[in-house]
């Protein structure tokens, strides 16, 4: 790693609009009478249900167990009765609909029996990460990949750097922001964690520029546990404000100097990044013993008036969090889920807050607006914002003629979806939907050449097994044939052999 920051190409000087919601501390989301929790709140696998209807829970109960290698547990927000478990409005871009548990709260939030660790240092790596798993925690950034699955290096990989994420690049969010300014220690006692786990001695927590008292603030609770042997070669770096640093593979270009392989993850060049949130997440995970069954929210944006940022369970509808704000919103009226840049528009009422929804915004545009486009000038303006070098103009004549082959031998899957190239565009043209069509088609068109593949093998193998059948009944056929044959030609020859033995 070089102490000189390095740099993306393209990207953008964006008004990060995030004083709004940085005024008040953070706040608690009501409890709310009904908590729907989806099993899929994270990348890989649904989590399996080990409740069933009727059942009693209390706050922080396993609910949900990881199905799989690529999965984590899922827990009661709060205590109730699980009163459904079946298919609900669930947050995603297409409207889609999931398997969700509800439970009706009791109103009396009743933890379970917690197991804090004091000392993380008796447990084993392993027994570190299986823990994390059980307490459901998965990356907070947006991505909600399984956090213990990051902490594992496998034997192929030493770590050398620990990046924890304070960018927050994306305009609006501050929900990392606030829990660096107000949980700094907390975020710190993860570090400890993920430092021990990796047995990685460099960190670095990386926060722009435009966050002083986040940086401030991280810097004094570093100092006071300077003496603390796991927080040794832990450092803060303040990098320049640009979207979109918060990127993984931007942000270890702009800290180590060093890029991700195209295809490859972060580990292979040494490196391990986690988001702030999901950090103390994992803080208070081990050394409290509470799983995740909570996040902070940002509300934001120019219809709401109480803006801030709300730490708010799981489950809550996302409509009742924005009437606690006194947000100006008609019932179905659009809102967005994420950042104006990478966040899609949802309009449904009863969707439920989950482990990726960092943040909410009404009454402001999407980076890609749904209006209608003109045509393609090709100005060039789209390439030179992109900060993976792509070309977004052919990338989008290739994707709006289903060119897929195409748009593979251009890099599509390259793409971060990051929204520069049709925030830039003149033409207004929704360049990123596009791309995310692109993907979702090439990947259907894979799904269906596997199940194809799957169907031809299984025939082929149908026809071998048939072709092997009719050649073992003809061989047992022959068999059978020549015993007879064989039987008949010893009962003549024994005939035979009588009549001679009458004769003589
Ligand atoms: S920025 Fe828009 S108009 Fe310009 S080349 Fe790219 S797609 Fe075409
Ligand atoms: S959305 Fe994709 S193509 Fe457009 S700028 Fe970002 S990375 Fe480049």
Redesign the pocket.
């Given at each position: 790693m070089t102490d000189e920051l390095s740099s993306f190409p393209g990207g953008l000087i964006l008004d990060g609009q995030k004083k709004r919601s940085t005024q008040t501390e953070i706040r608690k989301t009501p409890l709310s009478k009904k908590l729907t929790l989806p099993l899929q709140q994270h990348i890989g696998t649904p989590s399996a249900p080990i409740v069933k209807v009727g059942d009693k829970v209390l706050k922080g109960q396993k609910i949900a167990r990881a199905d799989g290698h690529l999965s984590v547990y899922l827990h009661a927000p709060s205590s109730g009765t699980v009163i459904a478990i079946d298919d609900q409005a669930i947050p995603h871009p297409s409207g889609l609909s999931g398997l969700c548990i509800t439970i009706e709260t009791d109103g009396k939030d009743t933890w379970i029996e917690r197991q804090p660790i004091e000392d993380f240092t008796t447990l084993t790596e392993h027994e570190v990460r299986q823990l994390l798993r059980e307490a459901g925690i998965v990356g907070l950034g947006g991505a909600g990949f399984p956090s213990f699955i990051k902490l594992n290096p496998g034997v192929h990989h030493a770590v050398e750097t620990l990046i924890i994420n304070g960018v927050e690049c994306e305009p609006y969010i501050t929900c990392d922001d606030m829990i660096m300014r107000e949980r700094a220690n907390g975020i710190l006692d993860g570090i400890q964690i993920m430092k021990y786990a990796l047995r990685v001695k460099r960190c670095v927590i990386v926060i722009e520029d435009n966050k002083p008292e986040a940086i401030s603030i991280m810097k004094q609770a570093l100092e006071e546990r300077k003496e603390c042997h796991h927080l040794k070669e832990t450092q803060v770096v303040v990098i320049p404000t640009r979207y979109p640093t918060g990127s993984e593979k931007q942000l270890i270009q702009v800290v180590t100097g060093k890029q991700v392989p195209g295809n490859g993850i972060p580990i292979e060049i040494g490196i391990v990044c986690h988001n702030v949130g999901t950090t103390y997440a994992i803080g208070r995970a081990i050394k409290y013993g509470e799983p995740l069954i909570s996040r902070i929210v940002t509300v934001t944006g120019t219809d709401v008036k109480h803006a801030g940022n709300f730490e708010t369970l799981f489950g809550t509808p996302m409509h009742e969090l924005l009437a606690f704000c006194d947000t100006h919103r008609e019932q179905g009226e659009p809102f967005i889920l994420g950042g104006p840049m990478m966040g899609y528009n949802l309009s449904g009422d009863h969707l439920p807050v989950t482990k990726t929804a960092n943040c909410i915004l009404v009454g402001v545009d999407n980076a890609a607006p749904d209006s209608t486009p003109l045509p393609?000038?090709?100005?060039?303006?789209?390439?030179t914002a992109c900060p993976v070098s792509l070309l977004?103009?052919q990338l989008?004549w290739f994707s709006r003629a289903k060119d897929l082959e195409k748009t593979r031998e251009y890099n599509l899957f390259d793409c971060i979806e990051c929204g520069c190239?049709s925030y830039?565009?003149?033409?207004k043209?929704p360049?990123v939907h596009y791309f995310r069509f692109a993907k979702t088609e090439t990947m259907n068109q894979e799904q269906e050449h596997q199940k194809a593949d799957i169907a031809r093998q299984r025939h082929e193998n149908r026809l071998t097994r048939h072709e092997l059948e009719k050649r073992e009944k003809e061989e047992r056929q022959r068999q059978r044939k020549a015993a007879l044959a064989a039987t008949k030609a010893a009962k003549e020859k024994e005939a035979l052999s009588q009549t001679d033995n009458q004769e003589n």
């Open positions: 393609c000038i090709r100005c060039g303006e789209c390439a977004p103009q989008y190239c830039v565009c003149p033409s043209i360049l």
